[in-house]
């Protein structure tokens, strides 16, 4: 018995996190652009992000997330039950999130590409529940296992890094720098939303906002985000890619 899509809006685009918080760090700019363009945008967090040092509890964890979901204007923000600082690469989680997938129909998901050394090892684990589930979604005669959802097959996958991390994500065949010079203080606006993880580390926004610069600049914009592709990506009209 297939589930009743009615009650899932159907989206363009998925950007998936391990905790509240990666997204905007990696992409918020560009979220926060798509949606000016007229595209209908989520992000999927894996965990609350709880336990975490300096916040009361889930509840302020989720205030956060949803302010900063509004900073951005993201259409739907989903947090899975997953578990912060215990998130492995297993059946569960990639049924978990194959299942948003399905419900969501995107065109295009962008998660993690690459581990962050010194920096939670729930970020790699994210890149490989995202890699199988974008797979677990498009499979035929399984449909058990995803609640009656139906097959959805996913257009295009994309990686992003963290702000302060590198450029270039290693075995990448293709990159390509958005400019956010327009949704540049909507990103910051959004990590500003996280009391809990940067009132304690003011120079975050300087650091964010310095990769930024230093990521447009090199494609001749004020501000910009890389992505990778796992894949080459075609183009149809070189000259509007390359000069407009």
Request: hydrophobic residues 40%; proline residues 5%.
């Amino acid at each position: 018995m297939n589930a009743d899509l009615s009650q899932y809006p159907e989206l363009d685009v998925i950007a998936v996190g391990a905790h509240p918080d990666d997204v905007e760090i990696a992409c918020g700019g560009t979220l926060a652009r798509l949606v000016d363009q007229g595209y209908r945008v989520g992000i999927i967090d894996l965990t609350d992000g709880e336990p975490t040092p300096n916040s009361a509890g889930p509840e302020v964890r989720l205030q956060e997330a949803q302010a900063a979901a509004a900073a951005l204007g993201v259409q739907v923000r989903t947090i899975l039950d997953l578990p912060n600082r215990r998130l492995f690469d297993c059946f569960e989680s990639r049924v978990a999130l194959a299942t948003e997938f399905r419900k969501h129909r995107p065109k295009l998901v962008i998660g993690f590409g690459d581990k962050t050394p010194m920096a939670s090892p729930d970020h790699w684990q994210a890149m490989q529940i995202t890699d199988a589930a974008i797979f677990y979604s498009r499979l035929s005669k399984w449909d058990s296992h995803f609640g009656g959802f139906p097959v959805h097959t996913i257009s295009r996958q994309l990686y992003f890094r963290l702000a302060v991390e590198p450029d270039h994500l290693s075995g990448c065949l293709s990159h390509l720098t958005v400019d956010i010079s327009s949704t540049l203080q909507r990103k910051l606006d959004s990590v500003a939303c996280y009391q809990t993880q940067f009132a304690h580390k003011p120079q975050i926004m300087q650091r964010i906002t310095a990769a930024a610069q230093i990521t447009g600049s090199a494609a001749g914009v004020e501000a910009g985000e890389v992505f990778a592709s796992p894949k080459s990506i075609s183009v149809d009209d070189l000259f509007k890619t390359a000069v407009l």
